[in-house]
């Protein structure tokens, strides 16, 4: 089973700033089958990115997600004060589907 | 649009059965889609269980195997997790979700409900 490692734990920071999250696999991924999330507390998660780096229908363009093989980063361009939440990067390997641990991105 | 709805019984007794329904809403339950259960327990992260496709292919989350079902009711447009032997780990947000097929070997949770709490207690 393939392990999603996410860091950091926790981003402070302050409306505007560039946030660069990070997703690293135990063994290569399929570009395909990454994907990411933004969960607010009391809600459902809201798909961001899928195959790495195609943002889903209505998310803003300040989200990019880049990567390959291993290494896959989620990137804010410019924090939004709606965009502070936890972030999920998942995988599908092997028929299993897996969740890193989560990003949570705070206002500092 | 599409929508999917999670029903089922809020507190479940330690040793017993947990079970949901997701009924699905502006989609075909035997459409190109996977249908799937996630779970979170208070203040996890989240935690997939199982996926389900309308020709039968059914997959497991390997920690889970042992204790979960899942099923689809083409005739109700709903599909069903079954958790046995549950203890108090078990209590969790779960919710029902659609992977989305975008083509290409490229697959997402595109569509997921609001959740429902199950608590695990006597």
């Known amino acids: 089973e393939i392990v999603l490692t996410q860091s950091p734990g926790t981003l402070s920071l302050s409306p505007g700033e560039r946030a660069t999250l990070s997703c690293r696999a135990s063994?290569?991924?399929?570009?395909?089958?990454l994907v990411w999330y933004q969960q607010k507390p009391g809600q459902a998660p809201r798909l961001l990115i899928y195959?790495?780096?195609s943002r889903a229908t209505g998310i803003p363009d300040r989200f990019s997600g880049s990567g390959s093989g291993t290494d896959f980063t989620l990137t804010i361009s410019g924090v939004e004060p709606e965009d502070f939440a936890i972030y999920y990067c998942?995988?599908?390997?092997?028929?299993?589907?897996?969740f890193g641990q989560g990003t949570k991105v705070e206002i500092k | 649009q599409v929508q999917v709805q999670e029903s089922g019984p809020g507190l479940v007794k330690p040793s017993g059965t947990l079970s949901l329904t997701c009924t699905v809403s502006?989609?075909?339950?035997?459409?190109?889609?996977?249908w799937n259960w996630v779970r979170q327990a208070p203040g996890k992260g989240l935690e997939w269980i199982a996926e389900?496709?309308?020709?039968?292919?059914?997959h497991y989350n390997p920690s889970l195997k042992t204790r979960v079902s899942i099923s689809l009711d083409k005739s109700k447009n709903q599909f069903s997790l079954n958790l046995t032997s549950v203890t108090a780990a078990d209590t969790a947000v779960y919710y029902c979700?659609?992977?989305?097929?975008?083509?290409?070997?490229?697959?997402?949770?595109?569509?997921w409900g609001q959740g429902t709490l199950v608590t695990v207690s006597s």
């Open positions: 063994q290569s991924v399929a570009s395909t089958y």
């Open positions: 998942q995988q599908y390997g092997s028929s299993v589907w897996t």
């Open positions: 502006g989609d075909s339950i035997s459409s190109s889609n996977w």
């Open positions: 195959g790495a780096s």
């Open positions: 389900v496709y309308h020709g039968g292919n059914i």
């Open positions: 979700a659609r992977d989305r097929d975008y083509g290409d070997s490229t697959w997402a949770f595109d569509i």
